[in-house]
């Protein structure tokens, strides 16, 4: 899926990426070219409108080749999807555009307040990945009437997500982690930007409109697959480096006497542990999806298996790396060492609260 020319732009582009803290023009431009951020918008508006399976394998490759680039195509192609969930017109009038890129944050950090007609938002959010080269940033606000907090039928406040240029916001450039660093996952604010009410829309299937399947699948499982397939490729990228670690060290006749058979086959089963363990997913994703194409209602056991299965992959993925790290001594501390990059991305990306450790 990804052709040897755009893999040697991924590599090569790698190091810049860290050093400047976003991506770069020669990567943006790939992705632009290759509608990466457009993989799951619908071919009438220009997308790709990949299957879920098409596209989970397409991410995990991305991660596997240069983690923060791919964790930037995966958080942004999964805003672009939000076409799916807006007027068809408006929709296709703003994704028609090559460069468009959304982004911004799941949590709720301010307030929508209607006043005749018009959206007045105010509020704050944190870790709008991409910022740097977003068009659109998406946000979510507890909804207000004329200044009354409105609550839904069960009492709880009721929440709506909006999208606004980018000229719109003030990026307070605050992302400065350990890895990820093209990321440039800055926080974002707002103060009493008025919006029409065809900037708000409402993540679920029932708030469709858009055909593609795609929009029939609830959200949340979506994410944690497209999560997955990052953390699944940076995993097996770092067993790769590991494993090209331990080949070097076999030169030594003393080092592969006393340590080459057990650490080749720690990584053996490390990486067999991985591969049963995607294998299962794959399969719960193409029965889903297959369920969907059929308009199956038979899904809720399915996408529960994925909740657990992900949190689970995820939760040994983490504990691995702690176990095997140390092995590669100074080597792996270096900065600038592959190794030292994808374990950086692999414990910034495990700070995001969707597949982190539950109590």
Not at 64 to 93: H, I, R
Not at 336 to 342: A, T
Request: proline content about 3%.
């Amino acid at each position: 899926m990804i052709s040897a020319k755009n893999k040697a732009i991924i590599n090569d582009h790698r190091a810049a990426s860290i050093q400047h803290k976003s991506l770069v023009v020669e990567q943006l431009e790939m992705i632009y070219v290759q509608k990466w951020f457009n993989i799951w918008v619908p071919r009438s508006y220009g997308g790709l409108e990949l299957s879920l399976m098409e596209g989970f394998e397409l991410l995990e490759e991305l991660a596997y080749l240069d983690g923060g680039l791919g964790w930037t195509v995966t958080l942004c192609s999964g805003a672009n999807m939000f076409a799916g969930y807006l007027d068809p017109e408006q929709a296709k009038a703003i994704f028609s555009e090559r460069n468009v890129c959304w982004g911004g944050s799941g949590r709720v950090g301010g307030i929508a307040d209607l006043r005749q007609g018009m959206y007045e938002i105010s509020g704050e959010w944190q870790y709008a990945t991409g910022a740097p080269h977003l068009t659109h940033f998406t946000l979510n606000c507890f909804i207000h009437e004329d200044g009354v907090p409105q609550l839904d039928d069960e009492q709880n406040p009721v929440v709506r997500s909006f999208f606004v240029d980018r000229d719109s916001v003030l990026i307070h450039y605050d992302w400065d982690t350990i890895g990820l660093e093209c990321t440039a996952s800055h926080s974002f604010s707002i103060a009493k930007l008025m919006v029409p009410v065809s900037n708000s829309f409402t993540i679920s299937p029932a708030h469709r409109l858009s055909s593609g399947h795609l929009y029939n699948y609830p959200f949340l499982p979506f994410a944690e697959i497209t999560l997955l397939a990052n953390y699944a490729g940076m995993y097996r990228r770092f067993l790769d480096l590991m494993e090209k670690y331990f080949f070097e060290k076999s030169r030594s006749d003393t080092w592969a006497d006393k340590y080459a058979k057990n650490r080749f086959k720690l990584i053996d089963r490390k990486r067999t542990y991985l591969e049963h363990e995607m294998h299962i997913v794959r399969e719960l994703i193409a029965e889903s999806w297959e369920n969907v194409i059929e308009d199956f209602v038979l899904n809720e056991h399915i996408f529960e298996q994925i909740h657990l299965k992900s949190h689970a992959i995820v939760r040994e993925i983490r504990s691995r790396v702690v176990e095997l790290y140390p092995l590669a001594g100074i080597y792996a501390a270096q900065r600038d060492s592959e190794l030292n990059i994808v374990f950086r991305n692999l414990f910034t990306a495990s700070q995001h609260s969707l597949l982190n450790i539950e109590d």
